[in-house]
């Protein structure tokens, strides 16, 4: 069945641990993304390079969900993160949103996201559908990890941190 997944939740099987709860969380995501789109096979694909960042408030916004209604998931997945790693997260947040992201609206973060992913990819536009199929993927764990690390200030009352753990 693997095989007959969309080549965007392809991708984002290969970037995470196999089995892991950051996976299952993210394909699920992309998944769900795919059929609001009606996406279903490699044939169909996203419009451009602004649809790779149209949902990043929506995933901000649902990881922010998810952190106050299941915050055991997101406290065990922070648990098999490393500490350092989730710092350098976080000041990456700091360094491309603003120094409190949990400030900045949905848009605003969605936009720099993008710029970020461009940055980061060292081009502006993909050439061939599998380039986009990555910055979508890139894209969506971002605005997941942002809506867990800084939830927005009007959903939750503060950023969680890892040293608050159980």
């Keep these: 069945m693997e095989l007959m997944d969309h080549p965007i939740i392809r991708l984002a099987r290969l970037k995470y641990i196999e089995g892991s709860i950051e996976q299952g969380i993210d394909i699920g995501v992309i998944n769900h993304r795919l059929r609001l789109e009606g996406l279903k096979s490699e044939e169909d694909y996203l419009g451009g390079e602004l649809a790779g960042g149209q949902g990043g408030g929506d995933e901000r916004g649902g990881a922010t969900e998810l952190l106050s209604e299941e915050p055991e998931t997101c406290a065990a997945m922070f648990e098999a993160s490393h500490e350092m790693a989730l710092e350098a997260v976080r000041q990456l947040f700091r360094t491309e949103v603003g120094p409190r992201p949990e400030e900045v609206d949905?848009?605003?973060?969605?936009?720099?996201?993008?710029r970020w992913a461009r940055r980061r990819r060292?081009?502006?536009?993909?050439?061939?559908?599998?380039?986009?199929?990555?910055?979508?993927?890139?894209?969506?764990?971002?605005?997941?990890?942002l809506g867990w690390l800084f939830p927005q200030q009007a959903n939750a009352s503060q950023p969680i941190e890892t040293s608050q753990r159980s």
Excluded: K, M, N
């Excluded at 061939?128 to 990890?145: G, H, K, N, P, T």
């Design 106 to 114: 949905h848009l605003d973060a969605t936009a720099a996201l993008l």
């Design 122 to 145: 060292g081009f502006d536009y993909s050439s061939y559908r599998a380039q986009l199929w990555e910055f979508v993927v890139e894209i969506v764990d971002a605005a997941l990890w």
